[in-house]
């Protein structure tokens, strides 16, 4: 049986920990979660109490009891918190990003590569079915060559309603506003769809008056394939609204979008007329013993990928995606960032452009 531990104990924390539970209750993984640690020991007391687990005093005393650690902390603290476990030899899911900026990332993927550990990074959407399902299409071809992209990404701030997560307002914690903390899954899934990125530009404002973190980015970005795509993201203050993302893929020969980034569907028009792609997960999934409401469903978006790391931890295989692919979505907001301090002026990454066939 896998010892699951617990560095940190706020919302996301909250939603690994049932999501693991329940597959633990459903005999889907061999696993239990054995400590958590937290600044805060009434948060940890607290997530450990639902999951059966001991509160600990410390990060050593979580690494001490437990063969596998999710580190939930706010970003400014990953990389002790990898460290401590590459030092003990335990395997490590981190939340993105991995650190404040590009050199911190590079610099804790170095130490988990150093201490030889397994590790696998909280890139939720690339386990979005729908995702999933854009990116096979984008492969097959069948739509003809990728062309442009546009991408909206919103979000109310979050430091009110459920997120509670105050810490997210300052840079020092976080190393920016919605870009990082945000966006970085947007940069890292369309790269994991249509490939390498050549060419960034960026712009950035804060305009909320919370803290001093953007709240708004935009981002346009290059891709080897000669693909363009521009990306707004945005932290407002429509409590209403739930975290959500638009996409438009434009083909040569369709137009596909989605407008829910976990199970779609896909709408697909062509030439030929329109239709619907439904996009479900797997049946294990909606089987789980999970409520069926809004907290079930973001409880679901993050099952398959704990599954996969638990998996591949007891198997000695490697989990994907790694420390590696987490740089390199930190390298395209790290760029994004450099371009913005000089008004928006293009980073150049050094890829050479293919020819569209």
């Not at 980015?217 to 209403?240: E, M, P």
Request: charged share 20%; with cysteine; hydrophobic share 45%.
């Amino acid at each position: 049986m896998l010892r699951a531990g617990f560095v940190g104990a706020g919302l996301i924390a909250w939603t690994h920990a049932i999501g693991l539970q329940a597959m633990i209750e459903a005999g889907i993984i061999d696993a239990g979660i054995a400590a958590v640690h937290d600044v805060d020991p009434s948060r940890a007391a607290g997530l450990a109490g639902a999951t059966g687990a001991a509160p600990v005093s410390s990060v050593e005393e979580v690494m001490e009891r437990c063969d596998a650690v999710w580190v939930c902390t706010p970003t400014v603290h990953h990389r002790e918190a990898v460290e401590a476990a590459a030092a003990r030899g335990r395997a490590v899911f981190c939340e993105k990003p991995l650190a404040t900026d590009l050199i911190g990332a590079q610099a804790l993927a170095s130490a988990a590569s150093r201490g030889g550990i397994a590790g696998q990074v909280g890139l939720v959407l690339r386990w979005s079915p729908v995702f999933r399902r854009l990116k096979a299409l984008v492969a097959s071809a069948e739509l003809g060559w990728p062309m442009a992209v546009v991408f909206r990404d919103d979000q109310y701030f979050p430091v009110q309603g459920l997120y509670r997560s105050t810490w997210r307002s300052e840079a020092a914690l976080t190393g920016g506003g919605c870009l990082i903390e945000h966006s970085i899954h947007d940069l890292d899934i369309l790269r994991f769809c249509l490939g390498e990125v050549v060419e960034v530009s960026g712009r950035t404002a804060r305009l909320s008056g919370r803290g001093d973190v953007e709240d708004v980015a935009t981002v346009t970005l290059g891709f080897a394939s000669g693909v363009t795509a521009q990306l707004t993201s945005v932290w407002h203050d429509i409590l209403s609204r739930g975290s959500t993302r638009r996409v438009e893929l434009f083909f040569q020969e369709g137009l596909v979008f989605l407008e829910d980034d976990f199970r779609g569907p896909i709408h697909l028009e062509t030439s030929h007329g329109s239709q619907v792609i439904d996009c479900p997960s797997p049946q294990w999934v909606d089987d789980l013993p999970i409520e069926k409401g809004t907290l079930g469903l973001a409880v679901r978006l993050y099952v398959e990928q704990n599954r996969a790391f638990v998996e591949d931890v007891t198997a000695g295989q490697t989990p994907r995606p790694g420390f590696d692919e987490a740089v390199a979505a930190h390298r395209l907001v790290d760029a994004a960032y450099r371009s913005a301090e000089r008004g928006g002026a293009p980073i150049v990454l050094g890829m050479p452009r293919l020819e569209a066939p």
